[in-house]
């Protein structure tokens, strides 16, 4: 029987980071289900879920410890087999000059009307023509089952204006994603 594994992996940059880990998996009969990747300043970071024999698993363990001689370090979760959530996708976009505490007030909005975020990306750039910085966020969120998404909308505008952001948010559905 394959166990799920979840593992977050952190490392200085350099090439080859996935192939080393990749490697490591099939020589114990593992399987690379998904994952999401990124350089974030000068290191590598990512979280993978993978499935491997059970009989594998604890030599597996003992291999990725190992890793951390190369200064990779590898935290491991056994995964679970929960059912997967159900709600409306949504899509949040986020854009605004950046400054502390953008992101605790998105998601403690979200938080407080039982919104679970799926996928987060971030990232700070300079802003070309007024200077600053430019805060940007996307998102895939989850709308628990009564939450309409128009009550998310005006949710978000109102705090959007507080903290001088731009904010979009549009079904899944409206975005030909589903």
């Known amino acids: 029987m394959a166990v799920d594994m979840v593992l977050s992996v952190i490392a200085t940059d350099r090439p080859g980071l996935v192939q080393t880990l990749s490697e490591l998996l099939v020589r114990h009969q ?3 289900v998904d994952s ?3 350089r974030l300043g000068s290191d590598f970071a990512g979280i993978v879920r993978v499935t491997v024999p059970e009989t594998e698993v604890e030599p ?3 291999a990725l410890a190992a890793l951390g001689e190369d200064g990779i ?3 491991v979760r056994k ?8 709600g409306q996708w949504v899509w949040l976009e986020l854009t605004g000059g950046d400054h502390p505490g953008i992101m605790r007030d998105i ?11 799926q996928e987060l990306k971030t990232q700070i750039e ?8 430019l805060f940007t966020a ?38 030909g994603e589903l």
């Open 107 to 117: 998601s403690t909005a979200l938080s407080q009307q039982g919104v679970s975020i």
């Open 60 to 62: 597996f363990k003992l």
């Open 36 to 38: 999401s990747m990124a």
């Open 79 to 86: 995964g679970s087999k929960t059912a997967l959530p159900s």
């Open 138 to 175: 996307e998102a895939w969120v989850l709308l628990p089952e009564g939450l309409e998404i128009d009550v998310l909308r005006q949710e978000l505008e109102r705090i959007a204006s507080d903290i001088m952001v731009d904010i979009s948010v549009t079904g899944a559905e409206e975005r």
């Open 73 to 75: 370090a590898v935290t």
């Open 126 to 133: 300079p802003a070309s023509m007024a200077g600053g910085h």
């Open 30 to 32: 593992g399987n690379w």
